[in-house]
């Protein structure tokens, strides 16, 4: 079991479409995080968003843009997303603040397909 | 650029055989972490390592830091089913302090 809860768990969408995921931990944590994950890749950061506020954006493209409502709560907004962009899109929450203290609870990932 | 080389990318062993991956590091690392990911599932925390020659155990796998903290292992005794999946090493990076993942190894049991 997960104590980072993601959905959903699988996603088709087209290239014009909008859609978003959705990541919510309730442990205390106050650091979050979007990596994406290609088959037979490692986990690849997206951004980090610390105490609710956004520090690391990894140069990711503007058809994605991430948002925390509150500390519990991630979301990542995809428009006008490619084919390429297809793959397991994971939520982790951690540490105090971006400062990599500890390890990352991962939630079980989106897995996104483009059409 | 920093980075974090894992070798091997494979490792097909039959039940009951021992597994090793090893890590590599371009620069000294604070810590370094490894995770494990199931096939079709998410990365599971295993284990932190933070100090010099830091050798650490969990029932059948036994984990290892180098003295310069630079390199790490990861042993697993007598393998199981269980211990299918991918083994990722990752240590902070130098600049914002954000996981480096190795390439990960892949454990696959020999029917």
């Known amino acids: 079991d997960t104590e980072v809860t993601q959905t959903p768990k699988h996603l088709v969408m087209g290239m014009t479409n909008k859609k978003s995921l959705k990541c919510e931990q309730h442990m205390g944590h106050r650091a979050m995080y979007w990596y994406k994950q290609k088959a037979k890749k490692p986990p690849e950061l997206m951004f980090v968003?610390?105490?609710?506020?956004?520090?690391i954006n990894e140069s990711v493209p503007s058809r994605f843009s991430p948002e925390c409502p509150n500390s519990s709560l991630l979301n990542l907004h995809l428009h006008a997303l490619q084919p390429e962009d297809s793959a397991l899109y994971l939520c982790?929450?951690?540490?105090?603040?971006?400062?990599?203290?500890?390890?990352?609870?991962f939630g079980e990932g989106s897995r996104l397909t483009v059409l | 650029g920093q980075q974090v080389m894992q070798i091997p990318q494979y490792q097909h062993v039959q039940e009951g055989e021992d597994f090793t991956t090893y890590c590599n590091s371009s620069?000294?690392?604070?810590?370094i972490q490894w995770y494990k990911q199931r096939p079709g599932g998410h990365p599971v925390f295993l284990i932190q390592?933070?100090?010099s020659g830091e050798v650490k155990k969990q029932k059948r796998l036994t984990f290892q830091f180098g003295e310069a903290k630079k390199n790490s292992s990861l042993h697993i005794t007598a393998t199981q089913t269980t211990d299918v999946g991918t083994y990722f090493c990752?240590?902070?990076?130098?600049?914002?302090?954000?996981?480096?993942w190795g390439a990960g190894t892949k454990l696959i049991i020999k029917p």
């Open positions: 390592l933070v100090k």
């Open positions: 982790a929450s951690g540490g105090v603040g971006f400062l990599n203290t500890g390890e990352l609870f």
């Open positions: 990752a240590g902070p990076r130098d600049s914002n302090y954000q996981l480096i």
């Open positions: 968003y610390s105490y609710e506020k956004l520090s």
């Open positions: 620069t000294t690392l604070s810590n």
